[in-house]
């Protein structure tokens, strides 16, 4: 049947349903072997440019061959050799036979394999960064449009004082603001691993270089530049500190804390029918019951955001059983936790990003509900109103009490509405502020000064944070199965 070995074997569904072309290359074998090769290459340019002997033909034929790689004769090497870079050595040097006896001069396999990674996981946060700018951006123009609109605000997930959509809205850029910074300082504090030998000591590059530590140093710093990094690490064992991989998984497992908060936010207020993701013309939201509107995406990020952060276990366990100046238990492991969390944080951003796009507001809803409990929020106000009228304060809270709990009953035993404005109109005691009742229950005098402090927020800490990636603004994300 056509095609069916490729449904004979488990596929990540990271990769097969949900990851972007970017993420999913960047963790690929054509790019970590690809970069490998690179490597060799520069490790032999700085080599012959610090007075080692290597010919310029040997540098042009790997140039020459840095992407042609036969994985099936790679593949081959492996089942014999068991060791992966040897592998690849003996492969690169199958199609560069003039230069085979000078790739991977000095190295051990963490040149490439530390190296590499290294440099994947910088690509990976140049991946992330102007995804998460996005979901910042369509937020804070979520937010600027709903800044003065009174919502009810939920504490414990019962009703409280009045917030405004879109200051609810800063609540979850304020997380996402935090994340971008850690991403960022994540993503600017890696450093190569560089040249620095079997346990981390340089003695085969002083060998090479008959004792010349200062070539050793050079060769060191012109490898770094070449692969794009300004520094390398100072001090390694046989691999780069796994702490490294901690602090970046970290970043990414604070970014999935922030977005299945923003996204279980989004479920419940689904639930109320005042804001809902986007929901396609002919999208089915349950095979059972056709009127339902799930908030599919939300879920997925929420499920998703569950798995970033349990990855961060891995790292940290690593980290802590890496014995003197390294164990080989932490090579499996890291194949699958540092490419999952980066996989997963694309797909989530992604996802986040086409749900902020189209979030769906209800004000009619929403104006409803505060209908129903603002009466109750209102008593404060109504007491103070009387008491500017000439009332006494006590004998006022007293009524207003007793007129609450008779609502309150209406309200939880009979099913009724809140008809607590009913019975204070219908009360002669309260005559004197009837006038100005309406006013006393704008909902726009209870949100103190939500919309003040969105439009601060934005313009001092969001916009200024979204300034570098301009440019990379008008990316629209269509989701794809």
Known sequence: MEGSDEFMKYRSPLVSRYASKEMAYNFSDRKKFTTWRKLWIYLAKAEKALGLPISEAQV???????????????????????HDVMAHVHTFAHCCPAAAPIIHLGATSCYVG???????????FDILLPKLARVLDRLANFAEKYADLPTLGYTH????????????????????????????????????RGVKGTTGTQASFLQLFQGDHDKVEDLDRMVTEMAGFKKSYLVTGQTYSRKVDIDSLSSLASLGATI??????????????????PFEKEQIG????????????????????????????????????????????????????????????????????????????????????????????????????MVKAGGNRQDCHEKIRVLSQQAAAVVKQEGGDNDLLTRVQADPY???????????????????????????????????MLEPYKTKMDVKIELEL
């Open 60 to 82: 042009v034929e790997m140039e020459g061959h840095a992407e042609d790689i036969d994985f099936a004769m790679a593949a081959d090497e492996e089942r014999k050799l068991r």
């Open 114 to 124: 530390d190296n590499t990674d290294l440099i994947m996981l910088r690509d990976g």
């Open 157 to 192: 997930y019962q009703p409280a004082q009045l917030t405004t959509v879109g200051k609810r809205a800063c609540l979850w850029l304020q997380d996402l603001a935090m994340d971008m910074r850690n991403l960022q300082r994540a993503r600017d504090d890696l450093r190569f």
């Open 260 to 277: 299945h908060k923003i996204c279980t936010d989004i479920r419940l207020l689904a639930n109320l029918k005042e804001i809902e993701e």
């Open 286 to 385: 349950s095979s059972a019951m056709p009127y339902k509107r799930n908030p599919m995406r939300a879920e997925r990020c929420c499920s998703l955001a569950r798995h970033l952060m349990a990855l961060l276990s891995n790292p940290m366990q690593t980290a802590s059983v890496q014995w003197l100046e390294r164990t080989l238990d932490d090579s499996a492991n890291r194949r699958i936790s540092l490419p999952e969390s980066f996989l997963t944080a694309d797909i989530i951003l992604s996802t986040l990003q086409n749900v902020t796009e189209g979030l769906v507001v209800y004000p009619k809803v929403i104006e409803r509900h505060i209908r129903h409990e603002l009466p109750f929020m209102a008593t404060e106000n109504i007491i103070m109103a």
């Open 430 to 464: 309260f005559s004197p502020i009837l006038p100005h009742l309406d006013t006393i229950l704008d909902p726009k005098t209870f949100i103190g000064r939500a919309p003040q402090q969105v439009a601060r927020f934005l313009s001092e800490e969001v916009r200024p």
